[in-house]
């Protein structure tokens, strides 16, 4: 996690408490004047669009006040939905037993695309199963990664 994303998180998460919500993950996508920080917030019993305005009310005061991101960007709550993104060893944990679609920073093992079912986690490696083998991919590694809806 980038030292900017770690700030966010920590001004962010006590916001997300105080409301009921899980701060589930940051997403800063820099695109020139047209870049995005995604807030992803989720609750027990999920959360609703006026939760997501709630909570995009009460982040972009405090990142006014902070100024931690120099420049224009669009801010945006959302739910982390079906296709979830998991961003910490926890995520990996409480979704052992999915199908999830990871791509790393660097190649591993020859590649950086993978898709397979998620195994648990050893330490600080993520365990996933591809075609009945095992990768332990190191969550540094792990650029991003996001469940596979399963319908029946």
Same mark, same amino acid.
């Given at each position: !996690? *980038?030292?900017?994303?770690?700030?966010?998180?920590?001004?962010?998460?006590? =916001? &997300?408490?105080?409301?009921?919500? +899980?701060?589930?993950?940051?997403?800063?996508?820099?695109?020139g004047k047209?870049?995005?920080?995604?807030?992803?917030?989720?609750?027990?019993?999920?959360?609703s669009?006026?939760?997501c305005a709630? !909570? *995009?009310?009460?982040a972009?005061?405090?990142?006014?006040?902070?100024?931690? =991101? &120099?420049?224009?960007?669009?801010? +945006?709550?959302?739910?982390p939905?079906?296709?979830?993104?998991?961003?910490?060893?926890?995520?990996?944990?409480?979704?052992?037993?999915?199908?999830?679609?990871?791509?790393?920073?660097?190649?591993?093992?020859g590649?950086?695309?993978?898709?397979?079912?998620?195994?648990?986690?050893?330490g600080?490696?993520?365990?996933?199963?591809?075609?009945?083998e095992?990768?332990l991919?190191?969550?540094d590694?792990?650029?991003?990664?996001?469940?596979?809806?399963?319908?029946?």
């Open positions: !996690m *980038s030292a900017k994303l770690k700030r966010l998180q920590e001004m962010l998460e006590p =916001i &997300a408490q105080s409301m009921d919500f +899980e701060l589930w993950g940051i997403e800063y996508l820099s695109q047209d870049s995005i920080l995604r807030i992803y917030i989720d609750g027990e019993n999920g959360v669009v006026d939760d709630q !909570m *995009s009310h009460q972009s005061g405090i990142l006014d006040v902070e100024d931690t =991101i &120099a420049g224009h960007y669009a801010l +945006e709550v959302s739910s939905g079906m296709d979830r993104l998991l961003f910490k060893l926890e995520h990996y944990v409480a979704f052992t037993g999915s199908v999830v679609k990871i791509k790393l920073r660097m190649p591993f093992d590649r950086r695309n993978f898709k397979g079912l998620l195994k648990g986690v050893e600080d490696e993520v365990v996933l199963e591809v075609d009945n095992e990768y991919l190191p969550i590694y792990i650029d991003k990664a996001q469940i596979e809806p399963q319908f029946k």
